[in-house]
């Protein structure tokens, strides 16, 4: 396996991979086979030997030792390249060259757009949400009481635009998944990365979050298609904890004392809320009362502040 690719790339891709044997090579080998990209795969640990199915592939392989989370991983990857322009994209996700071509077309004419982020399709071809807005008081409470599947296009209660057709066009959001994210090497720097205090979400939102704040904007680009098989690395419902830590730490972030306040009451009403509609699902069920936990522990132990760890017990 060469740790070499191409001497002047305009691309450095960086995957993190954690138990992603079955589908990191299907990502992966696109992006090697273009003479212009280079790619950095940071291995969080894998228990499955994820890496073995890269060989011969002209990549960069890292491990790095501890499964520290998925912005843990990113940041290890950033600091392999020296590319001005670097694609995030998750292992279980594909893109083909004239899509990324598009992406780096975006940046190329925009100076002012720091991340850009693709029209997201699943595996049966259809639409996952990238038009996305940072969380608020009011989305959580939304989310506690489902007001938010009642109201499914109202912006006070939805963090996901889910109209189909505004994902038609070019938009602004306030931040773009990081599943796929094409980014500027020197703005990433100039912020540190990313916030490897988040173990897995809201660290994709927490980096466009700080990259508007300093003057930058996020962009979602139709043209550029990218094919996410999501959630392959680990049980969604064992992840439940996981979220709403992240939620409480962003909150802890980019909110005002009475509003982390009132968010982090708000999460822990919504794993309570969640775990009572979920009684005859037991996995789900329990998922939501860890998430439930983890909230009350947070605000016993913190007293409102953000914790010194929020890492997940996930294997």
């Not at 708000?266 to 699902?281: C, F, K, P, S």
């Amino acid at each position: 396996m060469r740790t070499e690719n191409a001497i002047a790339a305009r691309v450095d891709t960086v995957f993190v991979s954690y138990n992603n044997r079955d589908t990191l090579l299907d990502g992966v080998e696109p992006l090697a086979a273009m003479a212009d990209v280079t790619v950095t795969v940071v291995d969080n640990a894998s228990p499955d030997d994820s890496l073995a199915v890269l060989d011969g592939l002209p990549v960069r392989a890292i491990q790095s030792g501890r499964n520290g989370g998925f912005g843990f991983g990113c940041n290890i990857g950033l600091a392999a390249g020296q590319a001005p322009y670097v694609l995030f994209l998750n292992p279980d996700a594909r893109i083909e060259r004239a899509d990324l071509e598009c992406l780096v077309a975006v940046l190329d004419a925009e100076p002012d757009v720091a991340v850009v982020g693709p029209r997201m399709l699943d595996g049966e071809g259809g639409l996952i949400p990238n038009l996305r807005r940072r969380q608020r008081v009011s989305t959580i409470w939304a989310q506690a009481f489902f007001v938010h599947r009642v109201l499914p296009r109202s912006r006070w209660a939805n963090e996901i635009d889910r109209d189909l057709t505004a994902h038609e066009a070019v938009a602004y959001p306030e931040w773009v998944s990081g599943a796929c994210m094409l980014a500027r090497r020197d703005l990433l720097e100039q912020i540190g990365g990313f916030d490897d205090g988040f173990f897995l979400y809201c660290e994709d939102m927490d980096l466009c979050t700080r990259l508007r704040a300093a003057g930058w904007r996020a962009r979602y680009e139709p043209a550029a298609i990218v094919r996410h098989q999501e959630g392959r690395s680990a049980e969604r419902t064992s992840l439940f904890k996981v979220l709403a830590q992240s939620r409480s730490r962003y909150a802890s972030k980019h909110m005002g004392r009475i509003a982390a306040r009132l968010a982090h009451a708000g999460l822990a009403v919504e794993a309570l809320t969640h775990a009572i509609v979920n009684v005859r699902r037991p996995a789900n069920a329990r998922g939501h009362v860890a998430a439930l936990r983890a909230m009350l522990r947070r605000k016993r132990a913190a007293g409102g502040r953000v914790p010194a760890e929020l890492g997940p017990d996930v294997a």
